[in-house]
Every structure is written in structure tokens, then in C-alpha cells.
């Protein structure tokens, strides 16, 4: 019919939104982003669950025409999220996806993969690494890197056909000298886990831009609150949203952002070929979380510069390592990089056994894995993240055998340090 008005699609309306998001300062994106105004729930303020599989339509054109089809593909919790993070990293798009490490193999794929025609079987082999031995791709991690992420790159990766080099990447001449025309990427993930290495973002963005890479950033311990790769330079960033961005320890996720046609490719083809696939009430969830992120991370920062000052000045620690300190090495590239410093800490004792006995002394704080949650938790990580490393792993990693990662919660500091304080004061 003549004059009949058109209905805009999701997408028009959400980029008539990012115009306006992106006039906003943070704390008002991490609120209203992807959600004011939502496509699909016209006059609530929160988005309802949409716990469903299937998108049921009228006719064939009218499937066609709109958004969602297959919850594996998109959702509407998961379509709000991945508007809200994407605007709060600066990205053109992202994808919401089951944990971290899901987020971290799509991402990673995506990056390797041979984007070709379809071909018949036989000749598929032909495109295997293996079968090129003088040509193999690599891949370059830092040397302290989660022990998640060094399982996939270098048992999972490497039976795949590609070689992963671990590179110390505070030592950019180290990180230029293992770049080569093979490389493909290089993945850095700053602050490290668990030693809370500050990289240079930039500069190494720039060093494998010089042979056609790409540089993949993890931000888990940042959080897009304190920090934003894509301005520094990466290609593509992944988030465990299960940590700070969730915030509230009851719901696992993760997202990759970046480019736009890079992030069509990692839903349509790998998302939708390996199901990784987030559940709508995690991603209303983590929506819950989004929308107190800056506050709760400003607690979680300035308990952990309290705690690490605590920390740095009693006697029965050797080492506090947290990047908004004077003494930690890499401070000066924390402070350019970071709008502060985070809630980890990395400290050491003085032996293997105090370190037991003290663990087992903690009251307040819980002993446990994972971390930026309300609740302060703390690992003695190489027997807890750690425990599957070797012994020559964990000495090219700079892990020592004394090591807790803290997560300083958003408890009172006052009670955090006499908890801390009553421990120490008995081993």
C-alpha cells in the first residue's frame, strides 16, 4: 500500500541509539546502553526474560525480515548486552558468548581462520598447517598468561598446526624478534593473571600490525570501566564477563568486541558452528551488572590500594605486586593505560609453609577461585589455578611457589586488613 509507513528493523534502531549513547559520558552508557530504548519491550523499564528457542512469525517474508530467528544465533537479553558492551569498549559491535574462554577461542578462530570457498572434502587437507611444514602460522602469548588461556594455545592450538611462542611482552625487543611474516596474532591479556604484568598495549598493537596480525587483548582484570584496548590499538577484545562486568559471583559469560564484520563472522559462522551460546537469563543477569560497574570498580580500586599499601609495609610479606604502587615495575605504563589500577593484588610470604598455614587462618576473606566479586576471594595459586603446571611452566611464567592472588572485594578495608592482620600475626 502507497504511504504505508515502513518499520524500522532492530538495527536501525539501535544505531539511531549508539548515536546518541555515544554522546554520553560512562556512567550514563553503562545504564541506559542497548536498553533505553529497547526494540521488542515496548514501555519497560527492564528487559523481560525472553527464555525461548524459537522466534514464531506469520509468514515467510516476515521471518526474513526480522531480527531473530534461533536463540543460538541471537536473543533479545543477549542483543541488549551486546549493545551495551560495545558502546561502553568504543567497538562497532560485540558478541556475547557462554564464559571467557569461550570468548576467547571464538575470538582467536575467527582471527586464524582460512576464510575460503566451499570445496569439497578431499580437498580440505590441503588447507591443514601441518601439511605446509615450512609454512606454519604461530601465535604469541606472554609469559605470564591464565593457565586456561596457555591450555588452549599450547595443547589444544598446537595439535591444530599452530605453533605458539611465549614471549616476555614487557620486553618489546623480545616481542619484535618472535614476530615474523607467520605470525598471526599475538594475544595479550593486561593486567596479567596472576602476576599483574602491564603491557603495552599500543606498542605491540603496533608491532604485529607491521606484518599484517592482529592484536588480541584480554581485559578481564580492567574491566571497559578502567580500561579500553580498541583505543590503544587492539583489533579485537574479549572479556570473562563472569568477573567484574557480571560483578556479583552467580552467573558465567563472556563477549569478544571489535570491528563489525569481524564480530558477523565469529556469530554466524563460529558461535553458530561450536554453540557456545550464552543463556538469556545470564545476559540478564550480567545487564543487572553492567548497570553499577564504574561504582562498584571505584570501590574495588580503592580498597585494593589500601590492602596493597597494608600489605607492602608489613614485615612477613616479600613482594606486593599491584600496578598503582610506586614500587611495581611497570606503574608509569599502568597509569597511561588505566583510569586506575584494579582489584587484584598479587603479594608473596616468605615460605611454603607459612603460606598454608596463613591461608587456613583467614576468616573474612574466602578461600577460592575466580575473582572481582563483592566478596574479597584469595588463591594460593600454584596450587589452586596453578596446580596443573610444571615446574619449568611455572618458572617461565615467574610464578613462584609462594604466590596468593587476591581479589579484594567491597567489604569495609578497615575489616579486610584485620583479617588479614590476625592471619599474618599467627604463622
Not at 82 to 104: C, F, I, R, W, Y
Not at 105 to 132: F, G, M, T, Y
Amino acid at each position: 500500500m502507497t504511504g504505508e509507513k515502513k518499520t524500522e528493523t532492530p538495527d536501525q534502531k539501535y544505531k539511531k541509539s549508539r548515536e546518541k549513547w555515544d554522546k554520553l559520558q560512562f556512567d550514563t552508557q553503562q545504564g541506559r546502553a542497548g536498553e533505553d530504548p529497547y526494540p521488542t519491550a515496548s514501555g519497560s523499564l527492564r528487559i523481560p526474560l525472553y527464555s525461548t528457542k524459537s522466534y514464531a512469525y506469520s509468514s515467510l517474508s516476515e521471518l526474513l525480515e526480522n531480527h531473530y530467528s534461533y536463540s543460538r544465533t541471537e536473543n533479545p537479553n543477549l542483543y541488549a548486552l551486546d549493545q551495551k558492551l560495545s558502546t561502553l569498549h568504543g567497538g562497532e559491535s560485540a558478541v556475547s558468548v557462554a564464559s571467557g574462554m569461550a570468548a576467547v577461542h571464538l575470538a582467536c578462530s575467527s582471527i586464524l581462520q582460512k576464510r575460503v570457498e566451499r570445496i569439497r572434502p578431499k580437498k580440505i587437507n590441503a588447507l591443514l598447517p601441518q601439511n605446509n611444514p615450512e609454512d606454519i602460522p604461530n601465535i604469541i602469548i606472554h609469559t605470564n598468561q591464565y593457565t586456561g588461556v596457555y591450555r588452549l594455545f599450547t595443547n589444544i592450538y598446537s595439535q591444530l598446526g599452530y605453533m605458539t611462542k611465549v614471549v616476555d611482552m614487557r620486553d618489546l625487543s623480545q616481542l619484535k624478534n618472535a614476530i615474523d611474516e607467520d605470525t598471526k596474532l599475538i594475544f595479550l591479556e593486561t593486567p596479567s593473571n596472576p602476576n599483574l604484568d602491564i603491557l603495552d598495549i599500543q606498542q605491540c598493537a603496533a608491532l604485529i600490525h607491521e606484518v599484517g596480525g592482529k592484536c588480541i587483548v584480554d581485559n578481564t582484570f580492567a574491566s571497559p570501566a578502567l580500561q579500553k584496548p580498541l583505543s590503544w590499538g587492539a583489533d579485537l577484545v574479549v572479556e570473562s564477563l563472569t568477573k567484574f562486568v557480571n560483578g556479583h559471583g552467580d552467573t558465567l559469560g563472556g563477549a569478544i568486541i571489535g570491528p563489525k564484520n569481524e564480530l558477523l563472522n565469529i556469530r554466524y559462522f563460529w558461535l553458530e558452528t561450536q554453540g557456545a551460546v550464552m543463556h538469556p537469563f545470564s545476559a540478564w543477569l550480567i545487564l543487572r551488572g553492567c548497570r553499577t560497574l564504574s561504582l562498584r570498580m571505584e570501590r574495588h580500586c580503592t580498597n585494593a590500594m589500601k590492602l596493597a599499601q597494608y600489605l607492602e609495609d608489613h614485615p612477613k610479606v616479600s613482594r606486593v605486586i599491584y600496578p598503582g604502587l610506586k614500587s611495581h615495575p611497570n606503574h608509569e605504563l599502568a597509569k597511561k593505560q588505566m583510569s586506575s589500577f584494579g582489584g587484584m593484588i598479587g603479594f608473596e610470604l616468605r615460605s611454603v609453609d607459612e603460606c598454608n598455614k596463613f591461608i587456613d587462618l583467614l576468616k573474612l576473606i574466602k578461600v577460592g577461585v575466580s575473582l572481582g566479586d563483592t566478596t574479597s576471594l584469595i588463591e594460593y595459586t600454584s596450587v589452586m589455578t596453578g596446580i596443573d603446571l610444571a615446574s619449568w611452566e611455572k618458572r617461565r611464567m615467574n610464578l613462584s611457589n609462594t604466590h596468593f592472588r587476591f581479589s579484594v572485594g567491597l567489604e569495609d578495608p578497615q575489616d579486610l586488613i584485620k583479617d588479614l592482620e590476625q592471619a599474618l600475626n599467627k604463622i
